[in-house]
C-alpha cells in the first residue's frame, strides 16, 4: 500500500482518460471525479471504476470527445436542459454549474435536466459543490437495469441513486448518497472480487432466488429494493425523473449490445435546487442546526457525509493510500 498525493494522481488517471479517447477537458473532469471518490474513501466508485470507465470509451459506447450543449434555458420556467450528446454527465453538469446557481439566485428555485449521458461515478460529488454556494441541491440519476421492481422477477430499474446536500454555517455541508437498491452495484462487484459474502435480503440470482454470493449476483442476477416496495417507489420516481422528464433512456432501454466491454449507462440526471434565502423561510441554516443538534443529543454520533470528510483531510494531508494491484492496473491502463 503506498500513499500517493492527490494532485499526483489525478494527473495520472487524466493521463489514463486523455489515452482512451476523452478530450483534456473532459478528461481533467473525469479524473477529479475518479480520484475524489478515491480521496474520500468511497473504493467503488474511485479508481475501481476506472477499467469500466476505459472500455466503454474503447469499445465507442461513450463519446469521451463530447461538448455538452445547453439549450433553451426556459428562464420563465426556472429550468435548465443539458444535451450531454452521449458524454459524461460530470462535464454536463460543468457546464451548466454557473448559469444554474445564477437562476437558483435569481428565482429561488432551479431544475437541471441533462439526457444522453453517462454516469458511472458516486453521486454527493454532483450535490457538494452547490452547497457550498449556499444552496439545497437534489439529485437523481437511473442507470443500467440491475434491479427487479417489489413483487417482481425481471430487472426493471437501476440501482437509481440519488443525492441530497444542505450547506452549514461553519461546518462542511450535510451530504447524503444512497441507491433505491438494497446495495449499490460497485460494491457488489467489490464482493465478488474479494469474495465477501452479501448481506442477506440484497439480492437474488439469475433464477430469482435468494442469494448471498456476489458473483451469482454478477454473473446474471439482480438486486433488491431497499425497504421493499418503498425502495421499488423510490426507484420508479427515479425513473420518471432522469428518463421521462429529460427524453433520456429507461434504464431498461439501455442498449449495450455491439459495444463489447461497455459499462456505463447512457440515460439522464435530474437536479433541484434551492436557494433557502429566497424559496424558504429566513434563518435557513439556523434552523438545520436545532436539528443537527438534536440528532447528536439522540445519540447519533455522526452526521452524513462526515466520514468522507475526515478521509479526505487524511488524504489531503498524508495521500491516498493505493494498493500494489491497483497502482499495478492504473500503469497498464496508462500504456495501453
Not at 129 to 157: D, E, K, Q
Not at 259 to 264: I, K, N
Not at 285 to 310: K, M, N
Amino acid at each position: 500500500m503506498r500513499r500517493i498525493a492527490i494532485e499526483t494522481l489525478t494527473g495520472q488517471v487524466r493521463d489514463v482518460f486523455v489515452r482512451h479517447r476523452t478530450s483534456p477537458e473532459n478528461a481533467s473532469i473525469m479524473a477529479e471525479n475518479c480520484v475524489g471518490a478515491e480521496r474520500d474513501g468511497a473504493s467503488s466508485h474511485g479508481l475501481f471504476r476506472l477499467r469500466g470507465y476505459v472500455d466503454s470509451l474503447e469499445s465507442g459506447w461513450v463519446d469521451g470527445f463530447a461538448e455538452p450543449a445547453l439549450e433553451t434555458a426556459g428562464e420563465e420556467a426556472g429550468t435548465i436542459r443539458v444535451d450531454a450528446r452521449n458524454g459524461f454527465a460530470q462535464p454536463a453538469l460543468r457546464k451548466a454549474f454557473e448559469p444554474s446557481v445564477d437562476m437558483a439566485r435569481k428565482r429561488g428555485v432551479c431544475l437541471v435536466t441533462i439526457r444522453d449521458s453517462h454516469h458511472f461515478g458516486a453521486l454527493w460529488p454532483d450535490v457538494e459543490p452547490f452547497a457550498r454556494c449556499g444552496l439545497v441541491a437534489l439529485c437523481f440519476v437511473n442507470s443500467i437495469t440491475r434491479m427487479v421492481p417489489w413483487g417482481g422477477h425481471t430487472p426493471v430499474y437501476g440501482t437509481n441513486p440519488m443525492a441530497f446536500a444542505v450547506p452549514r454555517l461553519s461546518e462542511d455541508p450535510v451530504v447524503f448518497d444512497q441507491a433505491s437498491s438494497a446495495m449499490a452495484f460497485g460494491d457488489i462487484k467489490l464482493a465478488a472480487a474479494s469474495g465477501e459474502p452479501l448481506p442477506e435480503g440484497c439480492a437474488v440470482d439469475r433464477d430469482g432466488l435468494p442469494t448471498t454470493d456476489a458473483t451469482a449476483v454478477v454473473a446474471g442476477g439482480a438486486l433488491l429494493p431497499f425497504g421493499g416496495h418503498k425502495g421499488s417507489s423510490i426507484a420508479m420516481m427515479v425513473e420518471l425523473l432522469c428518463a421521462g422528464l429529460t427524453g433520456g433512456s429507461f434504464s431498461f432501454e439501455v442498449d449495450q449490445s455491439g459495444f463489447s466491454g461497455a459499462q456505463t449507462p447512457r440515460t439522464g440526471e435530474t437536479l433541484v435546487l434551492v436557494d433557502p434565502e429566497r424559496a424558504g423561510q429566513h434563518q435557513f441554516a439556523e434552523r438545520a442546526e436545532q436539528l443537527f443538534s438534536r440528532l447528536g443529543a439522540a445519540g447519533q454520533e455522526r452526521l452524513p457525509g462526515d466520514r468522507r470528510y475526515t478521509k479526505r483531510r487524511q488524504a489531503e494531508r498524508e495521500g491516498i493510500p493505493v494498493d500494489d494491484d491497483m497502482l499495478a492496473s492504473l500503469k497498464a491502463l496508462a500504456i495501453e
